[in-house]
């Protein structure tokens, strides 16, 4: 009786000691009140909203951060509308554990609800989605702490470099997040010039620098995402009007004169003559060769037909990443197994069966660019999409087949209505057959023509800061 009476006394004081330990320096940053909007823009065009709260429980055992996303856009002759919300849930000490997610998603691409939830060996996550059955996944355990959930304020107040890690909603990977303190800088903000102090945040999955500017009450007055999209500390009515803009136009790097017709030829080559493109783009591949003249880089593409073939399944050449079944790839769905065995009935040879899977996903799928799907099986159900959903289930059906395969994202040249030849943002598929080869099957390329520009894998954001600085001086 003793001995329970004491296990029981030991329980009660278990709270008291949890909410004795350090608080969090999350908790303890100024924010505004309420958590905080902010408009979304693109080139300076409205395009959606943010809104972000961080809270302590009433109890100070748990800190809650929420983050909501709304994009709407045209898209071609369609309106493209989005939502995101994250709700994340940490223990409330210095250093807290990731103890539950809820990552919902709805609109254009698809309702989902991800739930995870921490256990001792890993994180457990729910998936659902409606009129499916719910399907459980296991993470690997997390190492994501409470002050990832505000790195930004949590540096300024340090004054010192935070480093952390973020699960990523998209396809659930645990990804580095660093963020470094600058110096104060004197910025207009609603034509009064105020004193701000800058901070910059870099994920290793997007590589994008993200700078914002966060005044003496902790409000992040403005946040620069790369060249393009900025994020201004605005009212909620402000915040949630959108100007509906047409992002095609938006986002396109114009040519001073349409590509030649060996660009579109395989083989062929396409060379474009840059300014305004790091070194970071700078990689010497198969089919793109990159060189510095004088204040400008020239990069030459080129394409053929790959003359090293094997049969599957084969390794990855990468260590087994292009192989592996993801939450968006889905290459371990039994209904695209079973598609996929169909198309490539008993053929071996993973260049013919390549070739096969991306005509068959070229002719079965609608050209829909208003419509698009957070996975694999979702595009197979639906049958439509654009670049990215083709690129998705040609990838994932692949993969299912023991071909190593992965998504690029980049640029396409293209000469749309208006008559201005232009690059256009774009993603087409990478699969190992015995050496590397660029399929493109949203516009049934057996071979990827050159008139395109690679510069990402697996819907990365690199391309998002060279739409927004790179142009083109000369076509060869």
């Given at each position: 009786?003793?001995?329970?009476?004491s296990?029981?006394?030991c329980?009660a004081?278990?709270?008291?000691?949890?909410?004795?330990q350090?608080l969090?320096?999350?908790?303890?940053v100024?924010?505004?009140?309420g958590?905080e909007?902010?408009?979304?823009?693109l080139k300076?065009?409205?395009?959606g909203?943010?809104?972000?709260?961080i809270?302590?429980s009433?109890?100070?055992?748990?800190?809650?951060?929420?983050?909501?996303?709304?994009?709407?856009?045209?898209v071609?002759a369609?309106?493209?509308?989005?939502?995101?919300?994250?709700?994340?849930v940490y223990?409330?000490?210095?250093g807290?554990?990731?103890?539950?997610?809820v990552?919902?998603?709805s609109?254009?691409?698809?309702?989902?609800?991800l739930?995870?939830?921490?256990?001792?060996d890993?994180i457990?996550v729910?998936?659902?989605?409606?009129?499916q059955?719910?399907?459980?996944?296991?993470?690997?355990?997390?190492k994501e702490?409470?002050?990832d959930?505000?790195?930004?304020?949590?540096?300024?107040?340090r004054?010192a470099?935070?480093?952390?890690?973020?699960t990523?909603?998209?396809?659930?990977?645990?990804?580095t997040?660093?963020t470094?303190?600058?110096?104060?800088?004197?910025r207009?903000?609603g034509?009064?010039?105020?004193?701000?102090?800058?901070?910059?945040t870099i994920?290793?999955k997007?590589?994008?620098?993200?700078?914002?500017?966060?005044?003496?009450?902790?409000r992040?007055?403005?946040?620069?995402?790369?060249?393009?999209?900025t994020?201004m500390?605005e009212?909620?009515?402000v915040?949630?009007?959108v100007?509906l803009?047409?992002?095609?136009s938006?986002?396109r790097?114009?040519l001073?004169k349409?590509a030649p017709?060996?660009?579109?030829?395989v083989?062929?080559k396409f060379?474009l003559?840059?300014t305004g493109v790091?070194?970071r783009?700078?990689?010497?591949?198969y089919?793109?060769q990159?060189?510095?003249?004088?204040?400008?880089v020239v990069?030459?593409?080129?394409?053929?037909?790959?003359?090293?073939?094997?049969?599957?399944p084969?390794?990855?050449?990468n260590?087994?990443?292009n192989l592996?079944?993801?939450i968006?790839?889905?290459?371990?769905?039994?209904?695209?197994?079973?598609?996929?065995?169909?198309?490539?009935?008993?053929?071996?040879?993973?260049?013919?069966?390549?070739k096969k899977?991306?005509?068959?996903?070229?002719?079965?799928?609608?050209?829909?660019y208003?419509?698009s799907?957070?996975?694999?099986?979702?595009?197979?159900?639906?049958?439509?999409?654009?670049?990215?959903?083709?690129s998705?289930l040609?990838?994932?059906?692949?993969r299912?087949?023991?071909?190593?395969?992965?998504?690029?994202?980049?640029?396409v040249?293209l000469?749309n209505?208006d008559?201005?030849?232009?690059?256009?943002w774009?993603?087409?598929?990478?699969?190992?057959v015995?050496?590397?080869?660029?399929?493109d099957?949203?516009?049934?390329?057996?071979?990827?023509?050159?008139?395109?520009l690679?510069?990402?894998?697996?819907?990365s954001?690199?391309?998002t800061p060279?739409?927004g600085?790179m142009m083109?001086?000369?076509?060869?």
């Open positions: 009786m003793i001995l329970a009476r296990f029981v006394l329980l004081l278990v709270p008291a000691l949890v909410s004795a350090p969090t320096d999350v908790v303890k100024p924010r505004p009140e958590g909007f902010m408009g979304l823009y300076g065009q409205k395009i909203y943010m809104f972000s709260s809270t302590l009433p109890k100070k055992d748990t800190v809650t951060a929420l983050t909501e996303l709304h994009f709407k856009a045209k071609g369609a309106v493209s509308d989005r939502m995101m919300k994250e709700t994340r223990e409330s000490k210095q807290g554990k990731l103890l539950t997610f990552m919902e998603q609109g254009d691409g698809g309702t989902q609800s739930e995870g939830t921490a256990l001792p890993g457990r729910v998936r659902k989605k409606p009129g059955p719910n399907e459980i996944k296991m993470l690997p355990p997390s702490v409470v002050e959930a505000d790195q930004a304020r949590v540096a300024l107040k004054n470099k935070v480093v952390g890690t973020i990523d909603s998209t396809d659930l990977e645990q990804y997040v660093t470094t303190v600058g110096g104060t800088e004197a207009v903000v034509g009064v010039k105020a004193q701000l102090r800058r901070v910059t994920s290793e997007e590589k994008v620098p993200t700078e914002a500017w966060v005044d003496q009450k902790g992040m007055v403005e946040v620069q995402y790369g060249p393009m999209m994020g500390l009212p909620e009515e915040a949630k009007r100007d803009v047409e992002v095609f938006l986002t790097v114009k001073p349409p017709p060996e660009a579109k030829t083989p062929g060379t003559v840059l790091t070194e783009f700078w990689n010497n591949t089919r793109q990159w060189k510095q003249e004088g204040d400008k990069v030459t593409v080129s394409a053929a037909p790959p003359k090293i073939l094997k049969a599957r084969l390794a990855d050449p260590g087994g990443k592996k079944s993801t968006a790839v889905e290459s371990d769905n039994p209904d695209i197994i079973a598609q996929a065995k169909a198309i490539a009935g008993t053929e071996k040879d993973a260049w013919t069966v390549a899977i991306n005509q068959w996903v070229y002719a079965n799928l609608e050209k829909d208003g419509a799907s957070d996975s694999a099986g979702d595009v197979l159900k639906l049958r439509k999409g654009d670049c990215t959903e083709h998705l040609t990838v994932s059906m692949l299912s087949l023991g071909i190593p395969a992965k998504r690029i994202d980049g640029l040249y000469m209505d008559k201005v030849p232009a690059l256009y774009h993603e087409w598929v990478e699969a190992y015995g050496e590397w080869t660029q399929l099957p949203t516009f049934g390329q057996d071979v990827a023509n050159p008139a395109r690679a510069v990402g894998e697996e819907s954001a690199e391309i060279l739409i600085s083109v001086v000369e076509v060869r």
